[in-house]
């Protein structure tokens, strides 16, 4: 997905449909079966985003080169797991998947033929124009990293000010009267909403800051004295007031591969 923010919402999505519609308890079918449903749920929302780049496979057909997916095999596949999850949205579709399949996940060659319903050497072709594009992609974003993040909005800036100031009444009257809150791993809510911010306050203190995620705004959010987020919350605003935040908090894990920018 690129992101992981819409990465979390996928991964979602497929635990609820695995727990009624699983075939069986068993590893060895579960994992294949998984993979495959959650790479049919984030095709279906890049195409409803409008955001998926196609690539003919006939048009890639003539790049199979078996030696040059060999050498340097190690250093390729590094570079791919250290590349920052938003990267990956960068290449089209089916390299992502392939690149992904391949060099984090360890799947064989014709294991990611039978998942993506391409050919051995489709798979082949797809893999080398990925990796060589995601390379190109890194190379962009070292020479880019000294870029200043822009600064906040006035409406984050003020949420974060009146949460630092546990000034929670202020909060609360910056919420839409429809406010919903989504936290992930429990359904979306709405009628006990308003309740978000007594948590932050009966725990021991938290600070928020500024951040970008994604091309996004988010609120990094720390634990007492930690020097490093323990998770974020993202907002979505109509009409200068808060119509929706989702708050990772009870999923820790997210924030392991969020490449977060302090404002």
Known sequence: MGSVIDGEDVVQDVLAKAIVSAPSPDAATMRPWLFRVAHNRALDVLRSRAVRRTESVDEIGDLVDDAAI???EAILRREAVHTAVSRFAELPVTQRSVVILKDVLDESLAEIATLLELSVDSVKAHLARGRAGLRAINARAVSASSTAPPPA?????????????????????????????????????????????TFYAKKPPHR?????????????????????PSH?????????????????????YVILDAELQRG
Not at 232 to 250: K, N, P, S, V
Request: hydrophobic letters at 45%; glycine letters at 4%; aromatic letters at 16%.
């Open 70 to 72: 060999d050498p340097g």
């Open 153 to 197: 909005s006035a409406q984050v800036a003020q949420y974060v000010e009146l949460f630092n100031r546990h000034d929670w009444t202020g909060l609360r009257a910056m919420l839409a009267s429809d406010f919903r809150l989504k936290q992930s791993d429990f359904p979306l809510r709405a009628e006990d909403a308003h309740l978000f911010f």
């Open 208 to 228: 928020v800051a500024h951040a970008w995620l994604d091309e996004r705004e988010v609120i990094a959010v720390y634990d007492s004295s930690m020097s490093t």
């Open 232 to 252: 974020f919350m993202w907002l979505e605003w109509r009409d200068g007031q808060i119509a929706l935040i989702r708050d990772y908090r009870y999923v820790p």
